[in-house]
């Protein structure tokens, strides 16, 4: 008998010593104060997992994933999370100051505080509009200081894999050469400013007919080159209707033209049709002139031309940005 307790014993020592076998997935849990939805979306390409969220904003679930940044949205706000199986993170934040108060505990904190950390900087320093205002010495100076602000965080971050800080300081590179190449292009485009504008010519009319830019003469041209498929584009929608409204009757047409591709003709007729979109709507037909001439590289994109045909803003500011109406303001529209 004392052989046979023995054995036992030392049989439960040495389980009790066996190092546990690592989780392959994730874990996320925690608690949302303010919470915009039931639901908090898991996704990268395409949405990974949906995780219910209780009425008292409370969660947790598993997943299965690829090491790598995923996005979290609530229905209203989104943040980065770097995700790896074997994680296993509490997440807390109140919506009602998601980038301030997002704190990740657990498993995996380190990475995921780090990002929230970096998404704050980003927020605080890079308001693009300013950014875009100053001279090539001022934009230089400010990126770069920011560039070793994100240097600074990360090195003085611990417990990152060598992977994952690779691929930040990858990432905090190409977000530098993103923004000179956004100043580059900023700057041709504000040359641009009170040289005749490009045309476009006989653009399908939604409401029949064809429409060119020169029918417009002498009025203020307000162009939203858009698509269907573009989300940002149709985020603008509400926001440009209630412009036009306001702006109904005065010296300013508001041109809308889709540049979807051929095999879309019917899905632009349908949104029109459907959303009672206002203004004049074109259809581009699959001609690039007048994109390419404006060096569109991302929609939506607003454009202002004088009742000359001449180009005040080629990148003017949307109708979600008051700076548009300010902007019509000066000129009197």
Request: glycine content about 6%; aromatic content about 10%.
């Amino acid at each position: 008998m004392k052989n046979l307790i023995y054995l036992l014993s030392i049989t439960l020592v040495l389980v009790s010593c066996q190092k546990e076998a690592p989780k392959d997935y994730v874990t996320l849990s925690g608690t949302i104060t303010n919470q915009n939805s039931d639901s908090l979306i898991v996704a990268q390409r395409d949405i990974i997992k949906t995780i219910k969220v209780k009425p008292d904003g409370t969660f947790s679930d598993t997943l299965k994933v690829e090491s790598g940044t995923y996005i979290i949205f609530d229905g209203t706000e989104r943040a980065s999370v770097y995700l790896k199986n074997g994680y296993d993170l509490n997440i807390s934040l109140d919506t009602k100051q998601f980038d301030e108060t997002i704190i990740f505990k657990g498993l995996g904190e380190d990475a995921n505080n780090y990002l929230a950390k970096k998404a704050l900087l980003v927020e605080n320093t890079f308001d693009l509009n300013s950014l875009l205002s100053l001279d090539q010495t001022g934009f230089d100076t400010k990126v770069n200081t920011v560039k070793k602000d994100f240097e600074t965080l990360l090195a003085n971050t611990k417990n990152l894999d060598s992977t994952f800080i690779s691929n930040e300081k990858k990432q905090n590179q190409g977000i530098s050469e993103e923004l000179m190449a956004i100043y580059k292009q900023n700057q041709g485009l504000l040359a641009l400013k009170g040289q005749e504008s490009p045309k476009f010519m006989d653009y399908e009319n939604f409401s029949g007919g064809t429409t060119s830019l020169n029918d417009f003469k002498g009025k203020y041209v307000y162009i939203d080159l858009w698509a269907t498929w573009c989300g940002p584009c149709k985020a603008e929608i509400p926001f440009l209707q209630k412009v036009e409204k306001n702006y109904h009757g005065k010296n300013i047409e508001f041109v809308s033209i889709s540049i979807d591709r051929p095999n879309a003709y019917n899905a632009w007729r349908t949104m029109v049709k459907e959303k009672q979109l206002s203004g004049v709507q074109l259809y581009a037909k699959g001609d690039q002139s007048f994109t390419s001439a404006y060096k569109v590289t991302g929609i939506p994109r607003f454009i202002l031309i004088s009742p000359e045909g001449n180009i005040v803003d080629a990148d003017a500011p949307r109708p979600s940005d008051p700076a548009l109406i300010n902007l019509f303001n000066e000129l009197k529209v």
